[in-house]
C-alpha cells in the first residue's frame, strides 16, 4: 500500500478536475487549511509527527516547544484518522499511512486561489463599498443644494476626492486578497490577521 502511495505522488494526476464543492469541502476545515499551509512551505515529504507539531501550535497559537503533548497527540490523532485520509482520497495530498508520511502534489500548490480569503475573518468590503456610495451621493446632494461649508471647496475638487478615495480603498482591498492567499508567509492567514474575539 505504501508503495502505491508513493507511486501515486510521483505519477501525474489522473484525478480529473475538482469541483469548487469539492475543494471548499475539503477546505472548510480549518485544520486542513493549516495543513495546505504547511505543506506549501517545503516541496519535500514531511513527517506526520512534525506536522501534527505546528498545526498544534498554530492552533493554540504558541510556540512548537511550549505544544503541550495532550494537544499534539489530539491534532495527531484527527490528522491521522480523518483529515488526511479525506485530502489523499481528493488527491490534494499523498498520505502514506503506514510511514507517518505526508507529499504535496499538484493540486496541493493549485488550491490558493479557492482560499483567497479564509471564511469568517473576511473584512466586509461589500459594506465598505456601500458606504462609500452613500457617502458619495449625500455628498453630490449637498452640493446641489449648495449648503454651506461644503461649497467652499469646487465640484471639481469633491470629484477628485471622491475618486482618489474610492481608488485608495480599491487599492487597499486588492493588496489584502493578496495576503490572504493560501501560502503568503509562513503562517496561516487566520493567524495572520488575527481571530475574531
Given at each position: ?17 475538482l ?15 493549516y ?7 517545503d ?5 506526520l509527527?512534525d ?16 505544544v ?12 491521522q ?5 479525506k ?22 500548490k ?43 471647496l469646487?465640484?471639481l475638487?469633491?470629484a ?10 480599491a487599492?487597499?482591498?486588492i ?6 492567499r ?16
Amino acid at each position: 500500500m505504501a508503495q502505491q502511495q508513493k507511486q501515486r505522488a510521483a505519477e501525474p494526476d489522473d484525478h480529473g478536475t475538482l469541483s469548487k464543492g469539492e475543494i471548499f469541502e475539503v477546505l472548510r476545515n480549518q485544520r486542513r487549511r493549516y495543513v495546505l499551509q504547511y505543506l506549501k512551505q517545503d516541496n519535500r515529504p514531511v513527517e506526520l509527527g512534525d506536522l501534527a507539531q505546528q498545526v498544534a501550535a498554530w492552533e493554540y497559537e504558541t510556540t512548537l516547544e511550549k505544544v503541550t503533548p495532550e494537544q499534539r497527540k489530539r491534532v495527531y490523532t484527527t490528522l491521522q484518522q480523518t483529515h488526511l485520509p479525506k485530502m489523499d482520497q481528493s488527491g490534494i495530498l499523498v498520505f502514506d499511512s503506514d510511514d507517518g508520511v505526508i507529499q504535496a502534489t499538484e493540486r496541493t500548490k493549485d488550491l490558493s486561489i479557492y482560499l483567497e480569503i479564509v471564511p469568517g475573518h473576511e473584512f466586509a468590503w461589500r459594506e465598505l463599498y456601500l458606504s462609500l456610495g452613500a457617502i458619495s451621493c449625500a455628498l453630490v446632494a449637498a452640493l446641489w443644494m449648495g449648503i454651506y461649508p461644503l461649497t467652499m471647496l469646487s465640484e471639481l475638487g469633491w470629484a477628485g476626492i471622491i475618486a482618489a478615495t474610492v481608488t485608495m480603498t480599491a487599492v487597499a482591498h486588492i493588496y489584502h486578497e493578496r495576503n490572504m492567499r493560501l501560502g503568503h508567509g509562513e503562517q496561516p492567514p487566520e493567524l495572520s490577521y488575527g481571530r475574531d474575539d
